[in-house]
């Protein structure tokens, strides 16, 4: 099959490969209602190195125009196979995600107008599948209705600790979420929270596992750790009004403290490393400078060849006077 198709493909591309036909080809086929928005004089064909295609495609076509006079891209496919992809709208519209995630990439900040275009000169006649994404589906009204539309926001930021509270076995993630940018102490929230008694639930229907997992994430992100006080009493806390978790929770508050003291040391050298990297060029060109003004070069070459200052320039003077 894909012997067969390359022929097709290479003529289809071979053709609009040509500006004249593709802009005759468009002016056939494009909607007539649209045409007067798209600037076919500005066509540029796309490389298909600037596109992550999914497979390797033969013959499909982009070329870049303008569109409502913003940057746009006609996509031009062929549909040759003798038996019709019936998953050919799919196929379309993965294609067109790829050339818009592309644009993207180039640094444009908002997505391009993206039209298709797809030949088709197979076996049946007429085309036999729909050219609607709806069709895709196995319910394609129910499709219609919930697929493909605006996505469901769950914003934390706006719901009040009452609402979460509401939310089930949930509630513990969604509370943890809400507050560990809070800039109160998280001491201050974490106990408002068991005070209530609302892990409860979670306890009984999760387990004491889930529990742990839900206090290593308060201690890791939530809790002050360039505050060692603060940590402590949120650790106090969590034994205080959960004892059973205090012997994991006290081996992994030890396992952060460890990891920040060697992440300091690990800090400490690189700065110490880089410190001694600038003292070691500095002295250098000091160096290079006392041997350029001992050879009787020009005090203002010295000056714009080592970037000293005046004053730097000035001591390493008396000194060498001092050592004559």
């Given at each position: 099959?894909?012997?067969?198709s390359?022929?097709?493909?290479?003529?289809?591309?071979?053709?609009?490969?040509?500006?004249k036909?593709?802009?005759?080809?468009?002016?056939?086929?494009?909607p007539e209602?649209?045409?007067?928005?798209?600037?076919l004089s500005?066509?540029?064909m796309?490389?298909?190195e600037f596109?992550?295609w999914?497979?390797?495609?033969?013959?499909?076509?982009?070329?870049?125009c303008?569109?409502?006079?913003?940057?746009g891209?006609?996509y031009l496919?062929?549909?040759?196979q003798?038996?019709?992809?019936?998953?050919?709208?799919?196929?379309?519209?993965?294609?067109?995600i790829?050339?818009?995630?592309?644009?993207l990439?180039?640094g444009?900040?908002?997505?391009?107008?993206v039209?298709?275009?797809?030949?088709?000169?197979?076996?049946s006649?007429?085309?036999?599948?729909?050219?609607?994404?709806?069709?895709?589906?196995?319910?394609?009204?129910l499709?219609?209705?919930?697929?493909?539309?605006?996505?469901?926001?769950?914003d934390?930021?706006v719901?009040?600790?009452e609402e979460?509270?509401?939310?089930?076995?949930?509630l513990?993630?969604?509370?943890?979420?809400k507050?560990?940018?809070?800039?109160?102490?998280?001491v201050f929230?974490v106990?408002k929270?068991?005070?209530?008694?609302k892990l409860?639930r979670?306890?009984?229907?999760?387990?004491?596992?889930y529990?742990?997992?839900?206090?290593?994430?308060n201690?890791?992100?939530?809790?002050?750790?360039?505050?060692?006080?603060?940590?402590?009493k949120?650790?106090?806390?969590?034994?205080k009004?959960?004892?059973?978790?205090?012997?994991?929770?006290?081996?992994?508050?030890?396992?952060?403290e460890?990891?920040g003291?060697q992440?300091?040391?690990?800090?400490?050298?690189?700065?110490?490393?880089?410190?001694?990297?600038?003292?070691?060029?500095?002295?250098?060109t000091?160096q290079l400078a006392?041997q350029?003004l001992?050879?009787?070069?020009?005090?203002?070459?010295?000056?714009?060849?080592?970037?000293?200052?005046?004053k730097?320039?000035?001591?390493?003077?008396?000194?060498?006077n001092q050592?004559?």
């Amino acid at each position: 099959m894909t012997e067969v198709s390359h022929p097709h493909d290479s003529f289809f591309k071979r053709s609009l490969q040509e500006k004249k036909i593709m802009m005759d080809w468009c002016q056939a086929h494009l909607p007539e209602k649209m045409l007067p928005f798209i600037d076919l004089s500005t066509l540029s064909m796309v490389s298909n190195e600037f596109i992550n295609w999914p497979n390797k495609l033969h013959s499909d076509i982009v070329y870049s125009c303008q569109m409502y006079h913003q940057l746009g891209y006609l996509y031009l496919s062929a549909e040759h196979q003798s038996t019709p992809d019936e998953m050919m709208a799919f196929r379309i519209l993965e294609y067109v995600i790829n050339i818009m995630a592309s644009h993207l990439r180039q640094g444009h900040p908002k997505l391009p107008m993206v039209l298709p275009l797809v030949l088709y000169h197979g076996n049946s006649s007429p085309y036999p599948h729909s050219n609607e994404i709806w069709a895709c589906f196995e319910n394609p009204e129910l499709a219609k209705k919930w697929a493909l539309g605006t996505f469901e926001l769950i914003d934390l930021t706006v719901q009040s600790n009452e609402e979460i509270y509401k939310h089930g076995c949930a509630l513990g993630m969604e509370y943890f979420f809400k507050h560990q940018r809070s800039k109160k102490p998280a001491v201050f929230w974490v106990e408002k929270l068991l005070r209530e008694d609302k892990l409860t639930r979670i306890r009984e229907e999760i387990g004491f596992k889930y529990i742990i997992d839900l206090v290593k994430y308060n201690l890791y992100s939530c809790g002050n750790k360039a505050d060692p006080e603060e940590l402590e009493k949120l650790l106090s806390l969590w034994k205080k009004y959960i004892p059973q978790t205090e012997e994991e929770i006290m081996t992994f508050a030890e396992q952060l403290e460890a990891k920040g003291i060697q992440k300091g040391k690990q800090e400490g050298y690189q700065q110490g490393k880089q410190e001694g990297y600038q003292q070691g060029k500095q002295e250098a060109t000091r160096q290079l400078a006392k041997q350029l003004l001992s050879n009787g070069v020009q005090y203002s070459v010295v000056k714009i060849s080592t970037g000293l200052t005046d004053k730097e320039l000035k001591s390493l003077s008396q000194k060498n006077n001092q050592n004559d």
